[in-house]
């Protein structure tokens, strides 16, 4: 059985008893999965007479994140902060929603099943939406606008007032460390052409992986707070004005490079086929979505970035790019252990459209350096 299966297995067995620690107690309430999400499990709950109730429930993967407190810890800061900065920076005639945690009948922000699973609840942002691709330049001009919004309401929160929740997360010269451990078993799964290609692939790279934390270490790029999973599917849009109202999936906000945070936007949104596209060789990186996506980011997100920011956009765009496609090969070669996997060889076909998103990339690098260029 996969991973993916068993913990679907665990997870469907306490869902009606974790929605009840929240609150849901009608035998009515109707429990519906939200999303895609590669790593935990997120269900829609409807209870109450009129199924108007909703809330969010979500079981944390304690695989990925092993210190569930933390991200809550954190999670009390990052709210503490907006709810404070909120209104002075919000431009007028935009709404902005964050979400809210809720504790368990006996006041606890998690209840944890008997299998040891973690479970918490939190607000459902009314009257919005999420899309899984991208939808035109307007949709990349408001996630843009999201992630630089939500920069901009971090930016005077100092880093170390937040735990790293997740270790190592976009750190991409270990995610090559990890990839090289695992070549050796890899062999087997070599035999196929498109495990060849990739392993290729990744050996013409190998000397891009520390752009980004060389400029960390050396002090030209500034530790600050990011989200840290800033994909299309994880902003939400009013469902009336097409406006970004929010930005949800906050375990990975800590302390980071924003530029971690531009390099996924932009390798989310500038794919109109999306992650899971079925054929790797029809994927391209849009620049025209990528002008929208950083007219809404700077928009929002201009007053605080320097000119050594804006000088390691187009690496991020490509390493962010790559690093996932080699996060999703390395699953593959391990088996399927960290992102939830729908059928096998899908974490391959994941990161084929990756790659085939970084060569995009890099065939139009000059194209994508003068859009960044005139970006404001
Ligand atoms: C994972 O679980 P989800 O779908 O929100 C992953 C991100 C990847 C993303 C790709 C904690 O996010 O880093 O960019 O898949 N989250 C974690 O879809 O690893
Ligand atoms: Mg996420």
Same mark, same amino acid.
């Given at each position: 059985?996969?991973? $993916?299966?068993?913990?679907?297995?665990s997870?469907?067995a306490?869902?009606?008893?974790?929605?009840?620690?929240?609150?849901?107690?009608?035998?009515g /309430?109707?429990?519906r999965?939200?999303?895609?999400?590669?790593?935990?499990?997120?269900? %829609?709950?409807?209870?109450?007479?009129?199924?108007n109730?909703?809330?969010? %429930?979500?079981?944390?993967?304690?695989?990925?994140? +092993?210190m569930?407190?933390?991200?809550?810890? &954190?999670? @009390?800061?990052? !709210?503490?902060?907006v709810s *404070?900065?909120?209104?002075?920076?919000?431009?007028?005639?935009?709404?902005?929603d964050?979400?809210?945690?809720?504790e !368990?009948e006996?006041?606890?922000? =998690?209840?944890?099943?008997?299998?040891?699973?973690?479970?918490r609840?939190?607000?459902?942002?009314? &009257?919005?939406?999420?899309?899984? $691709?991208? /939808?035109?330049?307007?949709?990349?001009a408001?996630?843009?606008?999201?992630?630089?919004? =939500?920069?901009?309401?971090?930016?005077d929160?100092?880093?170390?007032?937040?735990k790293? !929740?997740?270790?190592?997360?976009?750190?991409?010269p270990?995610y090559l460390?990890?990839?090289?451990?695992?070549?050796?078993?890899?062999?087997?799964f070599?035999?196929?052409?498109?495990?060849?290609?990739?392993?290729?692939?990744?050996?013409? @790279? $190998?000397?891009?992986?520390?752009?980004?934390?060389?400029a960390? $270490?050396?002090?030209r790029?500034?530790?600050?707070?990011?989200?840290?999973d800033?994909?299309v599917? &994880?902003?939400?849009?009013? !469902?009336?004005?097409?406006?970004?109202?929010?930005?949800?999936?906050?375990?990975?906000?800590?302390?980071? %490079?924003?530029?971690y945070?531009?390099?996924?936007?932009l390798r989310s949104?500038?794919n109109?086929?999306g992650?899971?596209?079925r054929?790797?060789?029809?994927?391209?990186? *849009?620049?025209?979505?990528?002008r929208?996506?950083?007219?809404g980011?700077?928009?929002?997100?201009?007053?605080?970035?320097? *000119? /050594?920011?804006?000088? =390691?956009?187009?690496?991020?765009?490509?390493?962010?790019s790559?690093?996932?496609?080699?996060?999703?090969? +390395?699953?593959?070669?391990?088996?399927?252990?960290?992102?939830?996997?729908?059928?096998?060889?899908?974490n391959? @076909?994941?990161? %084929?459209?990756q =790659?085939?998103?970084?060569?995009?990339?890099e065939?139009?690098?000059?194209?994508? @350096?003068?859009?960044?260029?005139?970006?404001?």
């Amino acid at each position: 059985m996969s991973h $993916t299966q068993s913990t679907r297995d665990s997870t469907s067995a306490y869902l009606g008893e974790a929605a009840e620690h929240f609150g849901a107690r009608d035998s009515g /309430a109707e429990i519906r999965r939200l999303g895609a999400g590669n790593v935990n499990d997120t269900f %829609l709950v409807a209870s109450g007479p009129c199924r108007n109730k909703r809330f969010i %429930l979500q079981r944390i993967n304690g695989r990925v994140f +092993t210190m569930p407190e933390w991200i809550m810890q &954190n999670l @009390r800061v990052l !709210t503490a902060h907006v709810s *404070e900065r909120l209104a002075g920076v919000l431009p007028a005639g935009r709404r902005w929603d964050m979400v809210r945690f809720f504790e !368990t009948e006996d006041c606890k922000e =998690f209840w944890i099943d008997p299998a040891g699973g973690y479970w918490r609840a939190m607000s459902f942002i009314e &009257n919005a939406e999420s899309f899984e $691709t991208i /939808a035109g330049p307007d949709h990349a001009a408001e996630v843009g606008f999201a992630v630089g919004f =939500f920069h901009a309401l971090v930016s005077d929160l100092a880093p170390w007032t937040l735990k790293d !929740t997740l270790e190592g997360f976009h750190i991409t010269p270990l995610y090559l460390r990890r990839y090289r451990e695992r070549q050796s078993g890899a062999r087997r799964f070599a035999a196929s052409a498109e495990s060849a290609w990739c392993i290729d692939f990744i050996e013409k @790279r $190998t000397g891009l992986v520390t752009v980004l934390e060389d400029a960390k $270490t050396d002090g030209r790029l500034p530790l600050r707070i990011i989200h840290g999973d800033p994909k299309v599917s &994880n902003v939400m849009i009013d !469902t009336e004005t097409k406006r970004a109202v929010g930005i949800v999936d906050l375990d990975t906000v800590k302390p980071g %490079l924003v530029h971690y945070d531009i390099g996924d936007g932009l390798r989310s949104c500038c794919n109109p086929l999306g992650e899971e596209a079925r054929d790797p060789c029809e994927v391209r990186f *849009e620049p025209e979505l990528c002008r929208a996506f950083l007219r809404g980011y700077f928009s929002a997100a201009g007053g605080f970035l320097t *000119e /050594a920011d804006r000088e =390691f956009i187009y690496d991020s765009i490509r390493l962010i790019s790559f690093e996932l496609g080699l996060r999703f090969f +390395t699953d593959f070669l391990e088996g399927d252990v960290y992102f939830n996997v729908e059928e096998p060889e899908q974490n391959l @076909r994941r990161a %084929l459209v990756q =790659f085939r998103l970084v060569e995009s990339i890099e065939a139009q690098a000059r194209a994508l @350096r003068q859009v960044i260029g005139e970006a404001q």
